[in-house]
């Protein structure tokens, strides 16, 4: 996961997060490969919620997508 330091007009410079990776691909399922995208919100009672993203290879008429 990496933290966006810098994001403006002129530049961006981002920093891996040294916890990374946070999430990874399980294995199986939805995000068997890999994850990217970990979007975290907290919610008003103070928990935290977070929406990722993953990659399933799949394989349809011999093409793997």
């Not at 995208?37 to 977070?50: E, I, K, R, S």
Request: a negative charge.
């Amino acid at each position: 996961m990496f933290e966006i330091n810098e994001l403006n007009t002129s530049g961006y410079r981002e920093t891996e997060i040294p916890e990374s990776p946070i999430l990874k691909g399980s294995g199986e399922g939805w995000n068997s490969h890999r994850m990217h995208h970990c979007d975290p919100h907290q919610l008003d009672n103070g928990t935290w919620m977070a929406s990722v993203d993953g990659w399933k290879k799949v394989v349809q008429f011999g093409l793997k997508y």
